[in-house]
């Protein structure tokens, strides 16, 4: 049964044929829609073709309209929530959309057009004043009782041996990880991650417009390369991160210019859901593992199941199909 018939099961016994093809009833959505009572005088009309369909109350103003190859929008859904259509119904119905738009678009073709893209090669800074790494400050005699909360903040993460991490005494950065960023033996940025739980801002970033964390990854010779948006995830699963909840254009073409297959591990939160359309558009896969639900990012992952296995799952739980992308991205 598809959305017309769906939708003309569900409405009120009670009704009457206009013209132009109306079909009149009592306004389901008077009342959700702000009215103080509900529709008695049939103010609500529907009307469809072949391929569309469309809504309109003349008593609150309330429309809403569908048509074949495309997703369902929120109007439509609040229809046919508003007519008693069951959720059970409704997912099968977004489902079939889906499938029917990438059907009626054909099949996605995904053209290269980084072949000639030149990664450059940023600027060399300073880390801040007198920083050292963690592990050259643990093994001196009297190491700075800061530096230790950093390291037992990293070891409590389960991240201290995945994470290149410095300390610096600077004032700004005394009660920070330092992470810097490389670009083959220099460094060319970094971040300072709070330790303490209190700072305003959790990241104090210095680092080049449009940098890849560990942007040398893109052209090793894998098999895969996992994307992150933290730094941190990153770090943990040698992967790269795009520092932000989207990339960059410039970013995309950098990691486009990898040879194997680019999957990305998004965060598992609604601002993921910008990088995971990113990914459908450059045909990359999209990874949904089966993490237990308070695990909110791969760095949570390796603190949960360790290294190997959080990668093997990010590999196991990859979906290439953008359709499948959409449908995993939207039922959650």
């Known amino acids: 049964m598809d959305l017309q018939q769906v939708v003309y099961s569900n409405l009120p016994h009670q009704r009457r044929q206009s013209s132009g093809g109306w079909l009149s009833f009592n306004c389901p959505c008077c009342v959700d829609n702000g009215e ?127 994470i290149d991490a410095y300390w610096s005494p600077h004032t700004i950065f005394r009660n920070r990880v330092i992470i810097p960023f490389w670009q083959g033996d220099k460094i060319v940025g970094y971040t300072g991650r709070d330790f303490t739980g209190k700072a305003e801002a959790k990241y104090m970033n210095k680092s080049p417009k449009n940098f890849l964390y560990n942007i040398d990854a893109v052209k090793r010779n894998k098999r895969y390369l996992i994307v992150t948006e933290g730094v941190i995830d990153a770090a943990c699963l040698d992967g790269v991160g795009v520092m932000s909840n989207e990339a960059s254009p410039a970013q995309i073409d950098y990691i486009n210019q990898f040879k194997g297959e680019v999957i990305l591990s998004p965060d598992r939160d609604k601002a993921g859901e910008r990088l995971i359309k990113q990914a459908i558009e450059n045909g990359w896969s999209v990874s949904f593992p089966r993490w237990e639900d308070e695990i909110k990012d791969a760095a949570d992952a390796v603190n949960k199941y360790g290294k190997l296995y959080t990668l093997k799952s990010i590999i196991d739980g990859r979906i290439s199909n953008s359709t499948k992308i959409n449908v995993k991205m939207r039922l959650g």
């Open 36 to 162: 103080a009572r509900n529709d008695t005088r049939m103010r609500g009309g529907i009307r469809s073709d072949d391929d569309s369909i469309s809504y309109h109350c003349f008593n609150c103003g309330f429309t809403a309209s569908h048509k074949r190859g495309r997703v369902i929008n929120k109007k439509m859904l609040r229809l046919m929530r508003n007519l008693g259509v069951d959720d059970g119904n409704i997912k099968r119905l977004q489902l079939e959309a889906i499938r029917e738009k990438e059907l009626a678009e054909g099949p996605t073709l995904f053209i290269n057009k980084t072949q000639s893209v030149h990664i450059p090669q940023f600027k060399t800074v300073e880390l801040p004043d007198g920083a050292d790494s963690i592990d050259n400050i643990l093994n001196t005699d009297a190491p700075d009782e800061r530096a230790i909360l950093g390291a037992k903040y990293l070891i409590d993460r389960g991240i201290y041996d995945y």
